[in-house]
């Protein structure tokens, strides 16, 4: 069975315990990393001009103390491969929701299920929607 290494699990601490529990269940099935939970001041602004974010400090999701945003993608992570990532996604949405815990996901920022309609891609982002 999956499990977190110990880097995953001290970003994944760092996040909102709902987002915790969601990432719990999903790597007893899917084997996963998490890349990252919350963000300081100067990583946030670092990813928006590197273009890894369009948000600048404090107004991202990472940035809530906890985090309200996780980026996780599945193991071994494959960076150009948008159709596993989606279906990874799909999975941990799904997770979510049975939960119920609603998530969005960097791949479908509007949540109407068409994926490819996107001005930015964020394919290992999910966030809890409020």
């Known amino acids: ?17 709902r987002l915790q529990q969601v990432l719990l269940r999903v790597v007893h099935d899917f084997d996963c990393t998490i890349l990252e939970g919350h963000r300081d001041r100067e990583r946030q602004n670092r990813m928006v001009d590197e273009g890894k974010s369009r948000v600048r400090w404090p107004d991202g999701k990472h940035n809530t103390v906890p985090s309200r945003a996780v980026d996780v993608a599945a193991y071994p ?14 999975f941990v949405l799904a997770t979510a929701k049975a939960m119920g815990i609603e998530l969005r996901w960097g791949g479908d920022w509007s949540m109407d299920f068409e994926v490819k309609d996107n001005r930015f891609d964020d394919l290992v982002h999910f966030e809890i929607v409020e």
Request: aromatic share 10%.
């Open 1 to 17: 069975m999956p499990r977190f290494s110990d880097k995953s699990i001290s970003n994944l601490t760092t996040c909102d315990t």
């Open 77 to 90: 992570i494959v960076w150009d491969d948008r159709e596993r990532q989606t279906l990874f996604a799909g």
